[in-house]
Structure formats: C-alpha cells, structure tokens
C-alpha cells in the first residue's frame, strides 16, 4: 500500500476490494494500524473501520494473536459508538477467540450482541459465523429462531404487515433472518420447517426479480476444474451459456464476479468446486442438472462442506484455477477482460 498523508474513506474502501490480493497484505494491515496510531486518516472516525479491515486481513492469513489485537482496537477506537461496524468487530473478536481455544470468553463476547440480530440485517450472517466457528450452530440456530419469531411478531403488529411477505424487499430485515437460519438448519441436517419454507419462497422470488440484472446466475461461485467443466459441457451443452462455452471463458467470469462482489464489500469469498457426477447425484433421477434451482442447491450443499478455494490467493502464489502458474499472470488480469 502506498503511504499516503491522508487516507480517504474512498482509499479504505478501495483497499478492501484489493488488500488480500496485495504482495504483502500483512503488511497492508500494519500500515492500518500505523494510518490510525499516526493519525493519517482524513476522518479520525474511519479509525475502527480501518482496524477492523486490518483485523479481516491478518485473520485470513492465520495470524491470530495480531488480528485480536486489530479487533480490540477497533472495538476501543469507536469508543460508545454502536453500530454495525461495531458489532461486527465485536463478533469478529469473538470469532478469532475461538480459533485461539478461548471458547468461554468468546461466547461472553457474542452473548451481548443477540439483541443486534433484531436491528441490523448484517447481524445473523457475522453473529453465526463466530459460532460456527466456535462449533456453535445449534446455538446459531436457536439464536436465529428466536429473532425471526421477534421479527415475524413485530411485522404482524404493524397494520400493514401482517401478510406473508411478498419479496425479499418486502421482508426487509426478517429476509436476512430467515436465509441464514435457513443455511444454519442446512449445515445442521434438520428438516424443513415453515421459516425454512419461507426462506426458500423469498429466494426464489428474489432471485426471479434480479435474473436479468445479475452478472451470472445464482450458483455464480461454482468452479469447474478443467477436467470437469469438459464433462459438463459435454453432458449438458445448455450450461455452456452459464459457465461459459470454453474453460477460459469460465474462469475469467468467475474471477470478474468476485471481483464485483468484492468491490460491494463481501469478505471471507470462496469458490465451490463443482463436479459433474455430484451434480448428476443432487439432480437425482427425477432432477434436471440444467434447471437453475438445481444447480443453486447443489452450490449450498457445496457450500455447507469442506474443499472450498479461498479467495484471492497472493498475487504470487499458484493460481485458484488449479492451472499451476501465478495469480497474477492467470486469472487476475481475466477481471480486466
């Protein structure tokens, strides 16, 4: 990272998109952490932010004891600010503490911030992945059961909402509660229940709604090995106009859509390795391969399981696509293309 006099709330922004692909990107977490205790940002209240990005950077690169010490100091950096932002270094604390076997003082840390899953949409998706991290997703999915019932009572309450919701939108925060209790409920094997019925009517319809616009369909971050995308393509031509009609085609589509989803602030992104005869097996029989739903629900089942490729590697590591040259001269410049 470039050292700067001043970094804007826009430089932060644009660091997180491009950080973990860095040379250094633990370096690009202390130079944060330095920004802050220097007083190099144009606005002093970018300080947690800009901690908790360190915080995200060294987590993934598995230095623990340093990314706690990112997340204290952002959670101290806001001061009595609540927030968003704040509860998610809170729970990212929390998440990092069970990485360190500091189980007890990581569900002391988590405990507080049940009542945010009510107030932020972003709040069940950080709140279940600490405890998923700390082996917790039953406590995840009592937790999130008990926030939908808060939510579907609040929403019944209001004279005008005491329907089924009609869209994702229509849902609002409720939406967010019921995808990721959902997705909880899958990792755990439980049967369907009404809210699970419910979440998966608004998908369906959120997905419905957005087709056109979206860059890629829902099971945008299935990758296919070469070797399989070969078999794919040859047992299900359709697919080609998903995936792509050559295996360059796909990995660079891939690598755009992260890359999007990366600039709108997603972390944590993995890609679902993807194989012809376990699409075949979820299709079952009875299923079609090439229907759209199909496809989706075998990315969450991938997505529930290990053998997931995390993204972006360094720049001068061996590329994501299994192709064995560098990122930087394989996939990461199909994101220009």
Request: glycine residues 8%.
């Amino acid at each position: 990272m470039p050292t700067k006099v001043d970094l804007s709330s826009a430089d932060l922004r644009e660091l997180r998109e491009s950080a973990l692909g860095a040379a250094d990107p633990l370096g690009v977490a202390a130079e944060l952490a330095d920004a802050v205790e220097a007083g190099r940002l144009a606005d002093p209240d970018d300080a947690g932010y800009a901690l908790l990005l360190a915080a995200e950077i060294a987590e993934s690169r598995s230095k623990l004891d340093a990314a706690l010490r990112y997340a204290e100091r952002a959670i101290a950096a806001s001061g009595t600010r609540e927030d968003s932002q704040v509860a998610a270094a809170r729970a990212l604390r929390a998440r990092i503490l069970f990485r360190l076997g500091r189980e007890d003082e990581a569900m002391a840390g988590l405990e507080p911030l049940r009542p945010l899953l009510t107030r932020y949409p972003d709040a069940a998706a950080y709140v279940s992945a600490a405890l998923a991290v700390g082996g917790r997703n039953r406590i995840a999915e009592q937790w999130l059961t008990e926030a939908v019932r808060v939510a579907l009572a609040e929403r019944a309450a209001s004279a005008e909402g005491s329907a089924e919701p009609a869209s994702a939108e229509d849902a609002g925060l409720l939406f967010f509660l019921l995808q990721q209790r959902h997705r909880v409920r899958h990792a755990l094997g439980l049967p369907h229940d009404g809210h699970d019925n419910l979440a998966e009517r608004l998908e369906t319809k959120l997905a419905g709604s957005t087709a056109a616009a979206a860059p890629v369909p829902a099971d945008d971050l299935l990758f296919w090995p070469r070797a399989e995308f070969d078999r794919v393509v040859a047992q299900w031509p359709v697919l080609a106009e998903s995936y792509g009609a050559t295996w360059d085609e796909h990995r660079a589509r891939l690598e755009r859509e992260l890359v999007r989803l990366a600039g709108a602030g997603r972390t944590g992104l993995t890609l679902l390795t993807g194989s012809a005869a376990g699409l075949s097996g979820y299709a079952g029989s009875d299923g079609d391969p090439t229907d759209p739903k199909t496809r989706a629900g075998y990315a969450r089942r991938l997505a529930e399981g290990s053998g997931q490729l995390g993204w972006p590697p360094e720049r001068n590591e061996a590329c994501w696509c299994g192709s064995g040259n560098k990122y930087k001269k394989c996939c990461l410049p199909r994101s220009r293309g």
